[in-house]
DNA sequence: CTCTGTGCAAAGCGTTTGCAAACGA
DNA sequence: TCGTTTGCAAACGCTTTGCACAGAG
């Protein structure tokens, strides 16, 4: 039994080839659109349905093995669910990368100027990448 | 004259009632979302339709009088655009605050981690507001 | 007066739902 | 075998478009 039957089954959800080969192709791509994810699997599963992505991709993001990024101006994408990170954009070709950041500190500053008590950060940086500069 | 119609003229678009109307909302709500702008508006023009709603939104958010925040798990809201600021959401109510956080620290590790040249930041904190705890 | 903006209705598009057949455990 | 998942088609909801009339400049 591979990791992501296991981890398939400790949320409750069946080990089917479609999951399977989305895990993975979210393993190996990072971060991925709803449309490019279709696009890959549809090569795999010829009759693959995009019904069949979405009600994946929702119970998987219900059962929090992934996540949905917002991207600014972009569609979202979706990753493999994993230590708190932040995500960097390139505004010419659209990758999505992690970035390891600090924020405590921001953290800091924001609770004393709002009082809220913070328990979560999205941080999505845009810029250029080194390839496409 | 007032600032929007000046405004709204310097993005060339017509200074018309529903135009200003949805600035003064903006304005005053300061985050505010389709449908709760719509509901909003139509209290003033009782036969506004969403058609134009959108169409100005669309207008407003090219002309960069206004900018869409996408908020985690939530529809997004627009805002009149001013000072590079994050946000703060309330997982209990739902309010958008700003808050004035200074990223540069944030912004030279992110480069030296990724080697993109950055330029723009989109940061929303999640958490529990001063009234919901 | 001219050109843009509005409101309405219809179209468009991404996403969800219902259902019968197939499949995983 | 039993409950879950799949694929298909239809439905849905949000957003956009086309058009005739109204209104801003």
Not at 9 to 33: C, F, W, Y
Not at 48 to 70: C, P, R, W
Not at 94 to 104: C, E, I, P, Y
Request: glycine fraction near 4%; hydrophobic fraction near 40%; include cysteine.
């Amino acid at each position: 039994m591979n990791n992501y039957t296991r981890i398939l089954r400790e949320h409750n959800l069946k080990a089917t080839p479609q999951r399977l080969a989305m895990a993975n192709v979210l393993h190996v791509d990072g971060h991925i659109s709803i449309e490019s994810l279709y696009a890959v699997m549809i090569e795999k599963f010829t009759s693959i349905s995009l019904a069949t992505i979405y009600k994946n991709i929702n119970l998987m993001v219900e059962n929090s093995f992934i996540q949905e990024v917002k991207i600014p101006h972009a569609k979202s994408v979706y990753e493999l669910t994993k230590d708190t990170h932040s995500h960097i954009v390139c505004e010419k070709c659209g990758k999505v990368n992690d970035v390891s950041l600090d924020l405590s500190t921001i953290i800091d500053n924001a609770t004393k100027q709002s009082n809220f008590k913070i328990d979560k950060t999205d941080l999505v940086l845009s810029g250029v990448c080194k390839g496409c500069q």
